[in-house]
């Protein structure tokens, strides 16, 4: 096998405004997305390009809807107003018994009365009154518009199985009816106000008044039936009730009288036994508490008597005898004291003293002991008396407790009866005004504004229509070209190839057969395939070599590679494309005749071994060439043919062989190359698909540039990676070329005004734009 060896690179040099491929295209970098966002321009650009897809929706939409308002039945719509009160004046001074005691703030009443404005039983008593279920209106469709009879032809193909069963009837009403007649009636709140509008859709508008005006007057009718019936119905159940209460008086007042005389109560005593129980009650409690204070005074004295405290006693400070003897006793005993220290004990006046101190101190003692049984006295009958208080309240406590018990229970059946007394006179009273107010039936519904015959349909509103139509399609179509928009993953303009893949875009060639296709005049075709390839024919008939603008996408495409580096132009470049079907060979065809018409001397090399098409291109020989000069069978100065209408000189892929990817990335490919390097200006290398071929990355190292091809349909990752290849193998992606889009589209117009008017001029007229 032939080793495969490298060609050294120099490094790539690019313009200030683009970043080196390598280092954008790394193994694990992020893809390379348009990291601005999206903008005005690109919303503009997205509704351009998908401009027929929106008008085309836009006019369906359009039409559809003209077809079906004008198709459409018209329909007048009458009006009344009515006022709903929370609750209806007031006759009597009473509150009615429906429920209408709800305030402003209270919805749920005012959600009842629109539901009863929609109820099923007052349509089917309008229907029934106006005799409205054998018109047309109601019933066939006879005169309804064409849209209505296939809407109900429509709708009884899909419920003729409900229509086996019979349909259920509202007071003789079919329900058909009844529906239909919902479906034409409106019930409108006025936010805000307690007015309703009540409204009704016809094609005769005096119809439609007739119906509004025979709704409200049964609903107003409908409210006067219900606050009746609910009148009638207290009365009756009032009526029971008072039987009821009847008998209940008269148990409870039973009941009263008899527990009264089983406890031997009078009614007009109760107060003042309770008033007599309470004197007696604080009379013993001011005795107890005097007999306590006595008995406490007792019980203190008698621990001063035990602990030989006499002196203040007050019984003995008040006891005149002990008042006397005290002192008595207090002078003998000081003459006694006196005389012993002078006499002897024998002494007649001394036992005389002595004698008297005796009798006097005995007599003291005596006294003091009646004061301290006096004393013990008082407090045994303190204490005594204490007990006798405390039982006494006790019983009294008992004594009024049960008292107390048999006035509760006779204030309980007292207020049973009394209650209950209070109970029938209410009922019988309230009994007799709704009787009374029966008798003036008053709603709390007024109508305020009858409904008159419509000057004007109110349906189909053929301007909202279309206008709605058409903004809800122009907004689908908007939205549906921003999701293709965002689906289509192609590079379609020379901006994304810039910003998805960070290299320079050498020029935009269009799709010759969508041209000749999409152009009516082959006269216009010519032109304009002229000014772009510069050829009449692809496969080698002779220019004019002196033709103004022939070949400028080619030509551009020249005049960015001459430039693609400072210094000198690249000499050596491979033309390659992500994958097959892309247009690579035929931009390396012309791209070498746009060289080739500066007069330098160049060479297009067919490298792509396995489906070589350039030597088709160029109508010329193909039975020897490259890969025979790689074998070795031919030598390299013998292989070229002279392309002589192009001034271009072609080696061609010549015979196939089994071996394409050794022979093309083996050292005989890299000889091969400086050989012809020595002998021409330009060396153009037509290669095989980057996708599917190996030898492409090899043949890209020995070469100077690469211009990567990129067709309008292909996928733009498969870009991107083919790009990310060449980064890693060294290679210096000069720039891509975006081929076959179609000038025809929004995005390209500027090539498309300029191509045509250019071409127009040079004919001496001016050819219009596509």
């Given at each position: ?7 050294p ?44 897809l ?102 009884r ?7 086996l ?41 005096r ?31 009032l ?24 406890k ?18 604080e ?7 005097e ?13 001063q ?37 002078a ?8 036992a005389?003293?002595?004698a008297?101190l ?12 009646q ?114 928009d ?6 379609k ?71 693609s ?6 000499q ?51 039975s ?32 196939c ?86 000038i ?27």
């Amino acid at each position: 096998m032939p080793e495969i060896v490298p060609y050294p690179t120099p490094h790539p040099i690019h313009p200030s405004s683009w970043v080196p491929s390598t280092a954008l295209l790394t193994p694990g970098s992020a893809p390379l997305t348009m990291s601005d966002g999206i903008g005005l321009a690109d919303c503009w650009r997205i509704i351009r390009r998908y401009r027929r897809l929106i008008v085309t929706l836009l006019s369906v939409a359009l039409l559809l809807t003209g077809v079906v308002v004008f198709l459409s039945e018209r329909n007048f719509t009458a009006s009344a107003i009515v006022l709903i009160e929370p609750e209806p004046p007031q006759v009597l001074d009473i509150r009615e018994l429906i429920s209408e005691s709800g305030s402003t703030d209270d919805h749920d009443y005012y959600k009842t009365q629109y539901d009863l404005l929609k109820s099923r039983d007052l349509a089917a008593g309008v229907i029934r009154e106006l005799n409205l279920e054998s018109t047309e209106l109601l019933g066939s469709t006879g005169s309804a518009g064409f849209v209505a009879k296939i809407w109900a032809i429509f709708a009884r193909f899909f419920n003729s199985t409900q229509e086996l069963a019979a349909a259920p009837e509202t007071d003789g009403v079919r329900s058909s009816a009844i529906d239909a007649y919902l479906g034409r009636l409106t019930i409108e709140p006025l936010i805000g106000t307690r007015l309703v509008k009540v409204s009704f859709s016809a094609p005769d508008p005096r119809l439609a008044a007739r119906i509004a005006n025979a709704h409200v007057r049964h609903f107003v009718q409908q409210g006067i039936q219900l606050r009746s019936e609910s009148r009638r119905a207290a009365v009756e159940f009032l009526e029971n009730q008072l039987v009821q209460i009847r008998q209940r008086v008269q148990q409870s007042e039973a009941a009263l009288n008899t527990y009264r005389h089983q406890k031997g109560i009078v009614a007009f005593d109760v107060e003042d036994t309770n008033k007599i129980s309470q004197g007696r009650m604080e009379d013993l409690t001011r005795a107890l508490t005097e007999a306590e204070t006595k008995r406490i005074n007792a019980e203190s004295q008698m621990q001063q008597v035990k602990n030989g405290d006499y002196d203040s006693l007050p019984q003995v400070i008040a006891n005149p005898a002990i008042t006397v003897l005290k002192p008595q006793v207090r002078n003998l005993q000081a003459e006694y004291a006196n005389l012993s220290t002078a006499f002897k004990p024998k002494y007649p006046k001394l036992a005389e003293l002595k004698a008297q101190l005796k009798e006097s101190t005995r007599s003291l003692n005596n006294e003091m002991k009646q004061v301290a049984k006096a004393i013990l006295r008082d407090y045994s009958a303190a204490a005594d008396q204490e007990r006798e208080l405390r039982t006494e309240i006790s019983a009294e406590k008992e004594r009024d407790l049960a008292q107390n018990d048999a006035s509760v229970q006779d204030a309980t059946l007292a207020r049973e009866v009394e209650t209950n007394r209070e109970l029938y006179k209410n009922v019988l009273l309230r009994m007799q005004q709704i009787q009374i107010g029966e008798q003036a039936p008053v709603t709390n519904i007024s109508v305020v504004d009858r409904a008159a015959p419509p000057l004007r349909p109110s349906t189909p509103k053929k301007k909202r229509d279309l206008l709605i139509s058409g903004l809800l399609a122009l907004v689908c179509g908007i939205a549906l070209a921003f999701i293709l928009d965002h689906l289509d993953n192609r590079l379609k303009t020379s901006e994304e190839v810039e910003q998805y893949l960070r290299l320079p875009n050498l020029a935009v060639a269009p799709d010759f057969a969508m041209l000749h296709r999409a152009t009516t005049s082959q006269q216009r075709f010519d032109g304009v395939r002229k000014f772009l390839l510069g050829s009449e024919r692809a496969t080698g008939t002779s220019p004019t070599a002196h033709e103004p603008g022939r070949g400028d996408v080619y030509r551009s495409i020249r005049t960015a590679l001459m430039f693609s580096r400072a210094g000198a132009p690249p000499q050596k470049m491979l033309i390659t494309s992500a994958i097959e079907g892309e247009g690579k060979t035929w931009t390396a065809v012309h791209a070498a005749t746009a060289f080739a018409q500066t007069g330098a001397k160049t060479l297009l090399i067919d490298a792509d071994l396995r489906r070589a098409q350039c030597h088709e291109a160029l109508g010329a020989d193909n039975s020897a060439g490259l890969s025979e000069v790689l074998v070795g069978q031919l030598e390299p100065g013998n292989s070229v043919r002279y392309i002589e209408d192009r001034n271009l000189f072609l080696l061609s892929a010549g015979s196939c062989v089994p071996n394409p990817a050794e022979l093309l990335t083996s050292n005989k490919m890299l000889e091969v190359i400086r050989f012809f390097s020595e002998q021409y200006q330009y060396i153009l290398i037509d290669s095989a698909p980057l996708m599917y071929a190996s030898d492409t990355v090899g043949i890209a190292t020995m070469a100077d540039g690469v211009v990567l091809v990129a067709g309008s349909a292909t996928p733009k990752q498969s870009v991107r990676r083919a790009a990310e290849r060449l980064a890693l193998a060294g290679a210096n992606v000069l720039g891509v070329v975006l081929n076959r889009v179609d000038i025809h589209h929004p995005d390209h117009r500027e090539y498309t005004r300029y191509y045509f008017t250019y071409e127009g001029d040079r004919r001496g007229t001016v050819a219009p734009g596509p």
